[in-house]
């Protein structure tokens, strides 16, 4: 009963005060000052001026003015929740990764889900891409997946990210629209980039407007690397398969969702970890080595892709589940942050372009967003295993190297000298050779940019694909230029006639000519 520890006064001029009663914790300043009046600004005589001397107010005054950090240039809006890993199959015959190592054994988990395109206060609904972003706090350091419910990207090269979000996000003139892709801007840099066609697919897909962020896959898009002790490498694909299954809105609840209520996927993990009914996801992985990357239809590197699951089936290994709520949203999901090229011994990376540029961009930019190196030192961010090294100071500062030597090799011994290298335990690259000479080009093996975009929509079931067919021309419809509406319908052309069709129709549009191809789309690969 809170009543028990305040008691409650009215001032002179009717303001409330609550003053503690004793064992009630009491207000302080952020130096440890208590606080007589939090009510009053300090003033010569009842009706001012107000005071400089005023050091509480000041302080208050200051700190709040700085409470604001600019929010991420992708995926601002995000709801996360702490939990665990859990192995319950062993790859240690493939990685030396510690955390798959021991069936059984839990490794702490902070999971952050967002959308891309839409600013920090924009409708969780929205029709777009979800990241599902995973750090596990392993005993040989922070590995993290950073990666999306889709298993492909837009775009096959990282220098093309600021582009694709540029044309994503509001358009710089009028500044808007703001959360929904239906816009010139987005079409045009889609119908300009075939190599994003398969991502199109997706997108228009149910699985843009999810029903729960519990019923989303998850998928780390980038083909990775498991390196075992003798550090021979196989290539893997990461998946995480939701346990309550992938669940769905149609276009017409999202848009309801989105006005009544804009908080609805974040109200929902908060409530579903309250109720103890905990969010269970399983870690799949596609396993398989060089010489199917060789025979493979399209390019492991390149991300646009999938691994078809007939070929390589996901194999079970673990669960993840979410328990526990944040104790303090900024503290936590506001200044998590992941990094692709937060790996430990045992994942390796390949040359995939996309996750190449991903390794630079992310630590850049929470620098500027976190605003501080040591961003590592805040406890969602920090290893929860030991760590040592001779990094100092900075912004903030909280644990710099402790003893005589902050540099090495030194000649101080064991207790002053500091941490030392292990090459038994610590982290290797791959010796992988390199592909040639050094050139800044597309190379041939990337050029199918239909073939698994039609291969996705042959999958769908009718109704899924009568939603697809609405979704483009409910978007499209949106777009004023009619060349960028053509422009899709001549890409759709090669992926399906009948969905080509319908789209031309519900926009009233006759069928151009097909767009030019690199290469020509397979017909004869199974439905995916
Ligand atoms: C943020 C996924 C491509 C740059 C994120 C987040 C996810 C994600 C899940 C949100 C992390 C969080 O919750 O804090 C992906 C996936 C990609 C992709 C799956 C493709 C496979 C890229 C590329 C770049 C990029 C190509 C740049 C070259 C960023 C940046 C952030 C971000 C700058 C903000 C990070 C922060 O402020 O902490 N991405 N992304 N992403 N992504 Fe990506």
Redesign the pocket.
Known sequence: DLSDSFQEEQGQGGETHQTTQDGGAVLTTSQGVPVADDQNSLKQGARGPTLLEDFHFREKIFHFDHERIPE????AR?YGAHGYFELTESLSDITRADIFQRVGEKTEAFV?F?TVAGSKGSPDVARDVR???VKLYTKEGNWDI???NIPV?F?QD?IK?PDLIHAAKPAPDRGFPQAQTAHDNFWDFISLSPESMHMVMWIMSDRTIPRSFRMMEGFG??TFRLVDADGQSSYVKFHWKPKLGLQSVVWNEAVKLNGADPDFHRRDLWDAIDAGDFPEWELGVQIFDQEFADNFDFDVLD?TKIIPEELVPVRIVGRLVLDRQVDNFFATTEQ???CTQNIVPGIDFTNDP?LQ??NF??LD??LK?LGSPNFTHLPVNAPRCPFAHFQQDGHMAMHNPAGRANYEPNSWGPTQGGPREDPARGFTSVAATPDGDKLRIRPESFADHYSQARQFYVSQTPIEQKHMGDALVFELSKVERPDIRSRMLSHLMHIDDGLAGTVASGLGLPLPEKAKAAVSPKTDLPPS
């Open positions: 991420r240039v992708v995926h995000g952050r967002s990241g599902f972003a950073v990666g999306n990207f775009i990282a990210f898009v980038h991300a998590v942050a992941f996309l540029g991903r961009s992310y930019t929470q967003r």
